[in-house]
């Protein structure tokens, strides 16, 4: 399978993070009473190193520190952190494809989300709406959202959502209370968001109050991303696969992905992020419509249990929609990670 030409029509994407430094420890190992920031899970590492690697066929418009690890704090600086790795491989990875953006064009659209709001019934209980969503609670991450959307641009905006989504909320919450109601459905029209889990109280709110909003819900499809999932093929995820194409000899940023996710004890590909631009990326390769969410793809199939709200849910079989696709989603990132050492020749750079 090849990848596009450079005309075609990228999707724009949008990446919130509840990103933990890139020396991340496992939460598996943390002790009570160590510095809870570099304890977290190191799976969001992992899928910033694909999606980075991916880039070219993504048009990355804003990648958003939300709140993470064991301290429940938003750092840019980490995404930043990664974003200097990224520049030491971005050289080759142009070789093969001018269509990588620049570490220095990403760094300008990194943004600070909100401290201390990862938390919802699903997930350790988190805080209430109305301390996230409200006059004045607005921050750079969801200025720039607004900003993006706003755009004269028609292309959909997908707001890929790695944690929990309040900074798309606090720009939707702005524009409905300082808006007409015919803008507010112009933007929410212009919004595509795929949710990983309902990792915040502002996801159950979004799913409440605009039954219009076109929500991707992932709750058990993105584990078909472990390795170790029951009925997939473990040895195309194992840390064995991600050493010898990833890990090792594939330069700064293959070196900087993770032995592990979580669970230090069970090493291996987690990426349990990675569906949500997966769904975008076979798009790119013409496996699915990401319009259409009920369509086998890379990301994972959903069903529209409410025909009167534009909200997808987790297809019936669940992790299988999305490992059957692992021959393919592995084989394209062991051909990104040798473009990061080898010359638009195949040679190997040095």
Known sequence: ??????????????????????????????????????????????????????????????????????ANIAVKQHILDMLDIYEQVQPNLARHDARYPSAATLRSVTFQGQDGTWGSPYFRGGIPVDQM????????????????????????????VWGGPVEVAKAIWKVRATRSSEELARFLAKLRIYLIARQDNTADWLLEEFRELFV?????????MFWNAPGSDHALGDLDWANQHLREGHGPLGAAYPRSGFNAHLPG?????????????GAVFGVNDPERPDQDGWGGRFVQPDPNKNHWWDDPAGAETVYRWRSAVQEDLKRRADWMVEDHKGSVAV
Request: charge should be negative.
């Open 269 to 281: 590909i987690w990426e349990g992020d990675t569906p949500s631009f997966l769904h975008l990326l």
């Open 216 to 224: 991707i819900v992932s709750e058990e499809n993105y584990k078909g």
């Open 1 to 70: 399978m090849t990848a596009t030409n450079g005309s075609a029509i990228r999707p724009r994407v949008i990446v919130m993070t509840d990103f933990p430094p890139v020396d991340v420890i496992p939460g598996s190992v943390y002790q009570k009473g160590e510095p809870p920031e570099r304890y977290s899970d190191p799976d969001d590492v992992q899928s910033m190193v694909r999606l980075l690697m991916c880039s070219n066929d993504l048009e990355v418009e804003a990648l958003i520190a939300s709140a993470g690890s064991f």
């Open 133 to 160: 969503l409200g006059e004045g609670l607005e921050n750079e991450a969801s200025e720039a959202i607004i900003r993006i959307v706003d755009k004269d641009d028609d292309r959909p905006v997908w707001v890929c």
